[in-house]
């Protein structure tokens, strides 16, 4: 063996050992999800982007079909990271599982309320059935917020269904089984396209601060692992910033989950929604309490729920300005 050739393969041997040691070396964290749409693009986002192993992370995302079914998934311990349902989690967090909010990517109501064609106005919905995912989720609790929004009582004038997330909602409505219902920003094109269906109103218009999408951690992982809590909140702020300023990224996970080529306006929608500084803001999981059925949320104030010291100090050692100067 030649003496520069000997070196190459002794030095990629070293490289080989140092990746190695490394992937060995990330901090594993097990993160439930549930819903389609923005959510579950930007973790593919920071996926594809190799994001999770630039910030020394091992991140195992399992979906999950309800924020319901996320919370009792965290309760068991098999996570120790949740998103996006904000009110499946306030709802652990009121029976007494400890837990933080440490994230809000969205700060308003995002999804669209899609309805059967012959309803015309938000008064048309009386007596029609609503489909949301299970009692107490996020589909639910923004539908009641909706609903109230439009002067109707969820309990009295609409009958509501849990269905599952949203493409089940989807099919429900494209079969006529259901007349009304929340999609994901993401899903609407492919309703629309059936031709069953309309917009009745985009709830991103409506003037009411609501956390959505929102990324919780159980109390233990951020006592006990605060740096590998900060790596992950570094990983989804990089992972905005991808979103937004990556297109060919970003559009590419949307035409995928979307079965669509054309999400320019879509793509624009949710770069103007998603947040550079994905800080918890109390009026927002106010709002989420103050919807919520469950007894306990009355009275429950917001800054009991949230842990916004983390994504300070990222703000302040100057990396979300890094980030959008090309330096991080």
């Not at 029609?128 to 002067?151: E, F, P, Q």
């Not at 996970?253 to 669509?260: A, G, I, Q, R, W």
């Not at 429950?300 to 916004?308: G, H, Q, S, V």
Request: proline share 4%.
């Amino acid at each position: 063996m030649k003496p520069g050739f000997r070196m190459f393969a002794a030095a990629a041997l070293l490289f080989l050992r140092a990746m190695t040691a490394g992937a060995q070396n990330a901090s594993v964290l097990n993160m439930g999800y549930s819903g389609a749409g923005i959510g579950s693009d930007l973790l593919k986002v920071i996926d594809r982007s190799g994001l999770w192993r630039k910030y020394g992370l091992d991140v195992k995302t399992v979906y999950l079909t309800s924020g319901t079914l996320m919370a009792q998934t965290m309760s068991s311990g098999d996570i120790t990271v949740a998103g996006f349902d904000t009110p499946a989690m306030l709802n652990l967090a009121l029976a007494g599982i400890s837990l933080k909010i440490i994230a809000v990517a969205i700060n308003h109501l995002e999804p669209v309320f899609v309805v059967r064609n012959n309803i015309k106005v938000p008064v048309d919905l009386k007596g029609k059935k609503i489909t949301i995912s299970r009692i107490g989720s996020g589909s639910d609790i923004i539908t009641r917020v909706a609903l109230r929004y439009w002067k109707l009582d969820p309990d009295r004038d609409v009958s509501i269904f849990q269905t599952g997330n949203t493409p089940t909602r989807i099919a429900e409505l494209v079969a006529g089984h259901m007349d009304g219902g929340l999609v994901s920003s993401t899903g609407v094109a492919k309703i629309l396209a059936t031709g069953c269906c309309r917009v009745l109103a985009d709830l991103s218009e409506l003037p009411l601060e609501y956390a959505n999408y929102s990324v919780v951690v159980s109390g233990s992982l951020l006592k006990n692992q605060r740096e590998v809590v900060r790596r992950f909140l570094q990983a989804i702020t990089a992972g905005i910033w991808v979103f937004k300023t990556k297109p060919d990224i970003a559009k590419g996970v949307l035409k995928e989950s979307n079965n669509d080529s054309e999400v320019g306006p879509l793509y624009d929608r949710l770069t103007k929604s998603l947040r550079d500084y994905p800080v918890p803001e109390p009026n927002g999981i106010q709002n989420v309490l103050e919807f919520m059925p469950t007894p306990k949320a009355r009275g429950a104030r917001a800054e009991n729920f949230i842990d916004t010291s983390l994504m300070e100090e990222i703000r302040k050692s100057g990396f979300i300005e890094r980030l959008y100067a090309g330096k991080e």
